[in-house]
């Protein structure tokens, strides 16, 4: 059975800084992998997406990145801001059928201060 | 079009009440998705639908029963819960293809007494 791992639990930085997210999932033979962002109390919003067969992508001040040999994904947030505060959720979906469900892992939730 | 809704974002109901939770995309999305989320936790899936059909039924009890009139519709009936069933209920869709991203709407928060 697919386990998602995310450490750390809780990361609070000033803003401005560099920051990384980590998932770690136990099956490589993932189909893609997916970066959620969740507010307290609200629905999730897809930040990236990797397939399987990609080693990283990009969207503004987001990096992800995928090894999927090691069973690791990052989420690289680049100076940070008080309004990326949110819990970080990464998902891996596992290979193509009937179902594409996802297995997500626990959140990392994220406090930048101002 | 690429929001997922999701009505009412506010339910309170007593355990022997019934009710119903909507959702709707008009994205072209042929597979649905149930998740419920207890405060803290990561999402767990309930029920998949899959061009209207129900292929994935995550072995929930039968007071949720899922319904999708057609493929823009996604309902989850309600019937005789119980305190422990309050939670986030979040509505998801995805293409059912290649870069298969979930859209997930914004939740009902479900409060049972």
């Known amino acids: 059975k697919q386990e998602v791992t995310q450490i750390p639990a809780a990361l609070s930085v000033p803003e401005g800084e560099n920051l990384v997210l980590n998932c770690s999932f136990t099956?490589?033979?993932?189909?893609?992998l997916q970066w959620f962002r969740q507010d307290p109390g609200k629905g999730l919003t897809s930040l990236l997406l990797?397939?399987?067969?990609?080693r990283e992508q990009t969207s503004g001040r987001l990096n992800a990145s995928l090894d999927k040999s090691s069973g690791r994904s990052t989420l690289y947030i680049a100076a940070s801001q008080p309004g990326d505060s949110a819990t970080y959720l990464c998902?891996?979906?596992?290979?193509?059928?009937?179902?594409?469900?996802?297995?997500f892992g626990s959140g990392t939730q994220l406090t930048v201060l101002p | 079009d690429t929001e997922v809704t999701q009505t009412p974002k506010h339910l309170v109901m007593g355990m022997t009440n019934k009710k119903s939770l909507k959702c709707e995309q008009h994205?072209?999305?042929?597979?649905m998705y149930w998740y419920k989320q207890k405060a803290k936790k990561p999402p767990e899936l309930m029920f998949v639908?899959?061009?209207?059909?129900?292929?994935i039924n995550e072995s929930v009890p039968s007071r949720f029963s899922p319904e999708c009139p057609n493929s823009s519709l996604l309902n989850l009936h309600l019937h005789a819960l119980q305190p422990e069933d309050s939670a986030l209920y979040l509505c998801?869709?995805?293409?059912?293809?290649?870069?298969?991203?979930?859209?997930f709407g914004p939740g009902t928060r479900l409060t049972v007494l």
């Open positions: 998801a869709s995805s293409q059912l293809g290649p870069g298969d991203t979930q859209y």
């Open positions: 099956d490589s033979a993932i189909y893609n």
């Open positions: 990797i397939q399987s067969s990609q």
């Open positions: 998902a891996v979906r596992l290979s193509p059928g009937s179902a594409r469900q996802l297995t």
């Open positions: 994205m072209g999305h042929r597979a």
């Open positions: 639908y899959s061009y209207e059909k129900l292929s």
